[in-house]
């Protein structure tokens, strides 16, 4: 199986668009009479994964707020279950 981590979206501009480009494809989605009832599998993990950049851009901004507040990287990274390091890289991205 490839190592998909890649894709993976790294800064906060890049969860805000993907989050805006699931919301696209989500909002323009009309499904065919085989997505209608029990929800297929691959439309289970497509609804996740719009749920999980949802959360991602809910919690950048949250994150944004706490910086802009004086909560230092260490405080938000134990929040996050990570370290001040690891949540400064991920979302210290134009925050202060």
């Known amino acids: 199986m490839p190592d998909r981590s890649a894709d993976l979206p ?13 919301a696209d494809r989500f909002e323009t989605y009309e499904p065919a009479d085989a997505d209608r009832g029990i ?14 950049a949802l959360a ?10 706490a910086r802009e507040s004086g909560v230092s990287w260490a405080t938000i990274g134990d929040a996050v279950g990570t370290t001040g ?4 890289q991920r979302y210290g991205r134009g925050t202060k």
């Open 39 to 52: 929800e297929p599998p691959l439309m289970a993990v497509r609804r996740a994964a719009y749920g999980r």
């Open 85 to 88: 390091e690891a949540a400064r």
């Open 56 to 65: 991602e851009r809910e919690l950048a901004g949250a994150v944004h707020r």
């Open 10 to 22: 790294r800064s906060l501009d890049d969860l805000i668009a993907h989050a805006d480009e699931l």
